[in-house]
């Protein structure tokens, strides 16, 4: 609740304690009493005052507009290569090798991968919207007030915990095959037959599918909290009216 409704609310109560004990016309006195009260609840209620159905109305549009906002950031040319928060680097177990080769004058081999592995991801993320909205479809009035009174990123930790065994089926296919397309597993192959890598066991029992899908959906979950944290850290600043209704009760409720 805000400190400068509950001190308005506060001064009609004084206000009419301080009349009463000069006037006996309790009528007004008591009305205006009453709604000083009434302000008090009502900011004090918070979400408690949204209905289930509107909440969850909210939230599914929260939802959807975060969601499309981060597959139209990262499904597009450049969307993780040149966003450093999310680009794909090579893999941890490589990176000192790859370091070596860049110092050696090696490092136009290592950043081919590292472009190719980014632009697999790029490719693949826009087969999230459909994975998200199925997700949503099965959202319960729980699921929605415990997104809506909890942290920074609730629903994005919502969409982990529900989708991300489903991305990982669908991007698995994706990404494999946009690997191929941009010549990630040439590249790939041919960087791990050179001696510096070969020679140091550094790629054995490295699945490179495997690691651009993890972080292609790390990378769409990062995205995801970004746009989730804009909408509840300033939610009047929103175009849709039951954004601003549900997520502004929200923040109200915090205060």
């Known amino acids: 609740m805000g400190k400068a409704c509950i001190f308005a609310a506060l001064v009609m109560i004084f206000t009419a304690s301080v009349c009463f004990a000069q006037?006996?016309?309790?009528?007004?006195?008591?009305?205006?009493?009453r709604k000083a009260q009434e302000i008090i609840r009502s900011k004090g209620q918070?979400?408690?005052?949204?209905?289930?159905?509107?909440?969850?109305?909210?939230?599914?549009?929260?939802?959807?507009?975060?969601?499309?906002?981060?597959?139209?950031?990262?499904?597009?040319?450049?969307?993780?290569l040149k966003n450093e928060a999310i680009k794909i680097l090579l893999p941890e177990k490589l990176?000192?090798?790859?370091?070596?080769?860049?110092?050696v004058g090696m490092g136009s081999q290592v950043d081919e991968l590292e472009v190719g592995m980014n632009r697999a991801a790029e490719q693949a993320a826009p087969a999230a919207k459909q994975i998200f909205l199925n997700s949503l479809s099965k959202m319960t009035f729980q699921d929605a007030r415990q997104i809506l009174s909890g942290g920074d990123t609730a629903a994005t930790d919502y969409f982990k915990r529900t989708s991300?065994?489903?991305?990982t089926t669908a991007f698995a296919p994706i990404v494999h095959k946009a690997m191929l397309n941009v010549g990630v597993i040439q590249q790939y192959d041919k960087l791990i037959q050179n001696p510096m890598i070969a020679n140091s066991g550094?790629?054995?029992?490295?699945?490179?599918?495997s690691y651009v899908v993890g972080k292609t959906l790390d990378g769409l979950f990062h995205v995801m909290g970004q746009?989730?944290?804009?909408?509840?850290?300033d939610p009047m600043a929103q175009a849709s009216a039951i954004l601003r209704e549900v997520f502004g009760?929200?923040?109200q409720q915090k205060q």
């Open 23 to 33: 006037d006996t016309s309790q009528s007004p006195l008591d009305e205006l009493r």
């Open 202 to 209: 550094a790629a054995q029992d490295l699945n490179l599918d």
């Open 249 to 251: 009760a929200a923040a």
């Open 46 to 80: 918070g979400t408690n005052s949204l209905s289930d159905d509107k909440i969850v109305a909210g939230l599914r549009e929260a939802l959807s507009q975060s969601t499309r906002n981060a597959v139209a950031s990262t499904g597009r040319p450049d969307g993780f």
């Open 95 to 103: 990176r000192t090798v790859g370091k070596g080769m860049r110092m």
């Open 164 to 167: 991300t065994n489903d991305l």
């Open 227 to 233: 746009e989730e944290q804009k909408i509840r850290k």
